[in-house]
């Protein structure tokens, strides 16, 4: 059996990404570092891990086998690696921080001077993503998602619910004219992705959803030239120079900000300064999120 860890974390990045160029991408090394791992592995085993086709990779039955040995592998040494970081008694290192984009640009960022200056040793590295980091793979250190409800096996808290309403520009709401509460006929919606059943949440179900913009920056700025109203979190749309909300439209409890850390790194100096730090700023905020 391999004793090098770095074969199966090249294999793991290959089967994970669908090819040799998505795990080389994923690990952050080039195609012919992966080709040559792969084939060493292979050269190893004495068999082939991976049947190659222009679709892709296909596991082979040795590659199907090895497949749960080497996650079993990558737990023990992501827990390894954790409970190391979770020793340090100084806040110092580097710390990586997964968040939405909307709220990197508008919550976190305005507040890592003073966290900065509180904290010189520590270095934040903000990972800015939609896709929720799997924190059990060590994806990152601290997640602040953005969920209904959190499912999977870390620790954190709820720091609050968010609510959602409907802005538009004086220009758009003067040319549709008043809105009857409950239809919405006539006007537009800004749509978020394909799946248009967030109108029926609305306070207009009936207004036509175009131009889908799945990022709420884009949707704000959309909003402002007249294009339609958008459906946006209100501490973003309240902040957005040139828009108002729809008049009569009142905002909709919606989904909660949480910050989330795996078990392991509950003691580590440089995790519980950064989540204690940005709990306290963002609750001190709670108004703003909340009407």
């Keep these: 059996m391999i004793d090098d860890w770095d074969s199966y974390r090249i294999f793991l990045a290959c089967y994970r990404n669908g090819s040799l160029r998505g795990g080389a991408k994923a690990l952050g090394v080039n195609h012919a570092t992966v080709a040559r791992a792969?084939?060493?592995?292979?050269?190893?085993?004495?068999?082939?891990?991976?049947?190659?086709?222009?679709?892709?990779?296909?596991?082979?039955?040795?590659?199907?086998?090895?497949?749960?040995?080497?996650?079993?592998?990558?737990?023990?040494?992501?827990?390894?690696?954790?409970?190391?970081?979770g020793l340090d008694a100084q806040p110092s290192g580097l710390l990586r921080v997964s968040v939405p984009p909307a709220l990197a640009q508008s919550l976190l960022a305005p507040e890592l001077a003073d966290f900065a200056d509180l904290y010189p040793n520590i270095d934040v590295e903000i990972l800015a993503t939609n896709r929720v980091s799997n924190l059990l793979r060590s994806e990152a250190d601290v997640s602040l998602r953005v969920a209904r409800k959190v499912t999977d096996d870390v620790v954190g808290r709820r720091l609050l619910r968010y609510v959602t309403g409907a802005f538009a520009s004086p220009a758009y709401l003067e040319r549709v004219g008043p809105l009857q509460v409950g239809d919405g006929s006539g006007a537009v919606w800004i749509g978020w992705d394909q799946d248009a059943d967030w109108r029926q949440r609305t306070p207009f179900p009936k207004a036509a959803v175009r131009h889908r913009l799945p990022d709420i920056h884009a949707q704000l700025e959309a909003a402002k030239t007249g294009l339609g109203m958008a459906w946006v979190p209100c501490f973003l749309g309240d902040r957005a120079e040139g828009l108002l909300r729809v008049p009569g439209a009142q905002p909709v409890p919606d989904f909660s900000i949480w910050l989330l850390l795996h078990p392991d790194l509950r003691q580590s100096a440089r995790v519980r300064a950064f989540v204690d730090f940005f709990a306290e700023r963002i609750l001190s905020q709670a108004e703003r999120f909340e009407r």
């Design 38 to 85: 792969l084939s060493a592995l292979e050269a190893t085993l004495g068999a082939k891990v991976f049947h190659r086709s222009v679709g892709g990779l296909r596991l082979s039955d040795t590659g199907r086998v090895l497949i749960k040995y080497a996650e079993e592998i990558e737990q023990q040494t992501q827990h390894i690696q954790r409970r190391l970081a």
